[in-house]
């Protein structure tokens, strides 16, 4: 690679493609231009040794002191005025001042030019050294010039590799960026269907809490309806166990005489009972078995009771008599008070004997403790 370098470094300092921009020597414009060249509009060289403007110029210059100027100084000047005429528009001879200083300062210009080449040829000259040196290297470890033209060969196929990789990865990235577009478009898509999704969420939240919340009202209604029907049941329980006959008609018993509501009903010669109990316990034996007979809805046949508490009556169906059911201890009135209280205490015991056989008739398993005929209980 040193080699290469310094190979293409000499080549271009031998064409003349350095960098500096070098202007015409003035000594090679002079020498190109031919011998026989003169003047525009001004007589050849052969007549310019005379000229009065060049003989100072040539006698400052390029002469000695004090001498003659040559042909070669006449041509030398003659050369310079064309030089300076076909730089320029204008058709007539230059003046000596102006000539003298034109000739000082190409000459410094020329100088230059020469100290500048100088410094390229011993830059060349060293240059060459330092290739000779890294040629005599690069042979021995590389070979000769082939490997470098292969090694260029490999840059170059390496260099169009990258290129068409370049070429691929820009098509790649066009692809990319199409389906960047693509994707972009999809979230935008995306995007709003979440958002629609959302609004869905919520109002599906919004319905579910409300209906949770009438679910929640209606299980409490359905709660204490369960609670008012399982109380409204046990009272309804309690109330089918609960005989209103016996709260309304307490049968009971007192020593030797039975009682309902506390009234007894009957006497003894050994345990006299006062009339008005006596009377008010007919009255609501009478009264209970009224309302059992229409609780049944049973007409009785026969009879027909009166219940007027302590003063109740009996009735014939057949020809109206009514029997009271009472009695007092007025000794005047108690034999015909007696007729009637017995047959009053005989209608009694027929309304209940029918009231009886009724109920045996819808009941079998029911049967009355005691039996009746006419006016006796039990035979």
């Not at 830059?123 to 060459?128: D, G, H, Q, V, Y």
Request: proline share 3%; hydrophobic share 35%.
């Amino acid at each position: 690679r040193g080699h290469h370098n310094s190979k293409v470094k000499r080549e271009a300092i031998t064409r003349g493609d350095h960098k500096s921009t070098r202007r015409p020597s003035p000594v090679a414009i002079m020498t190109s231009a031919s011998p026989s060249s003169s003047l525009r509009g001004y007589p050849s060289s052969a007549s310019t040794a005379s000229s009065p403007s060049l003989s100072p110029l040539l006698t400052a210059s390029s002469s000695p002191a004090g001498s003659v100027p040559t042909h070669a100084a006449i041509q030398q000047a003659a050369r310079l005025e064309q030089l300076v005429a076909s730089a320029t528009d204008l058709d007539q001879p230059l003046s000596y001042e102006f000539t003298r200083k034109l000739f000082l300062e190409l000459n410094k210009q020329l100088k230059e030019e020469q100290k500048q080449q100088q410094a390229y040829q011993s830059l060349l000259a060293s240059l060459e050294e330092g290739s000779k040196e890294t040629l005599g290297e690069g042979t021995a470890e590389s070979g000769d010039e082939s490997s470098l033209e292969r090694s260029v060969a490999e840059t170059q196929r390496e260099l169009e590799e990258l290129v068409a990789e370049e070429y691929e990865l820009q098509e790649e990235l066009k692809q990319l960026e199409a389906k960047r577009a693509v994707t972009a478009r999809q979230h935008a898509l995306l995007q709003r269907e979440s958002e629609r999704l959302d609004d869905l969420e919520r109002m599906h939240w919004q319905w579910y809490n409300q209906v949770e919340e009438e679910n929640t009202r209606v299980l409490e209604q359905r709660e204490a309806v369960r609670s008012a029907i399982s109380c409204a049941a046990d009272q309804l329980e309690h109330l089918r166990r609960t005989n209103v006959y016996n709260d309304a008609f307490l049968i009971s018993q007192d020593g030797h005489f039975g009682t309902i509501n506390g009234f007894r009903l009957g006497r003894l010669q050994t345990h006299a009972v006062d009339w008005n109990h006596i009377n008010a316990a007919w009255g609501q034996a009478a009264l209970l078995l009224v309302t059992m007979a229409r609780k049944l809805r049973f007409k009785f046949e026969r009879y027909r009771l009166l219940p007027m508490g302590s003063f109740t009556k009996v009735q014939r169906l057949d020809n109206g008599a009514v029997f009271d059911l009472h009695s007092s201890s007025d000794i005047s009135s108690r034999l015909i008070w007696y007729r009637h209280f017995d047959s009053a205490m005989v209608g009694f015991l027929r309304c209940l004997y029918e009231l009886a056989m009724h109920a045996s008739s819808r009941d079998l398993h029911f049967k009355i403790p005691y039996p009746i005929e006419d006016d006796r209980v039990g035979g």
